[in-house]
């Protein structure tokens, strides 16, 4: 009589994962690959390659994306914050990307401002963002009805609206329109976003905080470089003291107890003032380089 068993082992579902398609991609995709997460749209293009293990990804657009991360056919995604807020999706917000910032204004032409603001008469609003404008409308107790826009929103004014609700970037298009912006609804950016089924599953949660992490720490790495100096022994804590480090800098012995190579990973955007001032506390031989990653 045969015990043989046949076992099967345990395998985990993959991480269903949602890529927008449009705009937001470039910046997704380049934010991934420097994440060593590498995608590869074949030719049918809505089913691309992961090089992650445990990842099933599929591209939708934009406001899909968000739908369904609420309906829990998606485990996680990248969308828009407006487009979250429009569809008042419930959905778990686990990373701000900071990519395609823009914000979403109302803006109108310049004629129809006193002082800069909407005088108190009925007006047409345009905008893609049905729920959100509806919502600025009843906080400004204005009069006006709704147009629903379906793209290229800017064009509506003067003759098909008086105003629009859009989002705008470096707001070249508005003024393209002679469109003047009045006020500012909300400020969006592409965030990675968890349904709360998966958020609420260990299993699917660990994935998601793992790609998070990976994408976090490269966007770490981008606002950083990595500032190695040399001091001597005189000047150290002098150098130290003016070096905004994450936690406290790396600090070897130089070659025959010379003085010390000091490292230390410090914001991009310090390096015109932080230079001088190392230099100027006895700091040589300054190297900038270009970091991957940062994991704290």
Known sequence: MSNDRTTTASVSPPLRLALPKGRMQEGIFGLLAEAGIHVRVGSRGYRPQ???????????????????????????GFAGADWIRELNADVVEVLDTGLDAVRLVAAAPPAMLVNGSLPRRSWIVASEYERITREWIRSR?????????????????????????????????????????FDELMVSSTRLYASSAAWQDPIKRAGIERLAMLLASVLEARRRVMLEVNVSRASLERVIAALPCMRE??????????????????PRADLPTLIPEIKARGGTDIVVTQLSQIIP
């Open 50 to 76: 992961v090089s992650l293990a445990g990842l099933d990804a599929k591209i939708l657009k934009p406001q899909n994306v968000v739908e369904m991360l609420a309906a829990g056919s998606r485990d996680v």
């Open 141 to 181: 107790n204005l009069d006006a009805r709704l147009v629903r826009s379906y793209g290229a929103t800017e064009v509506f004014p003067p003759e098909d609206a008086d105003f629009i609700v859009d989002i705008a970037a470096s707001g070249e298009t508005l003024r393209a329109q002679n469109l003047v912006v």
């Open 249 to 266: 800098p790396t600090i070897s012995t130089l070659h025959g107890d010379a003085g010390y190579a000091v490292k230390a990973a410090v």
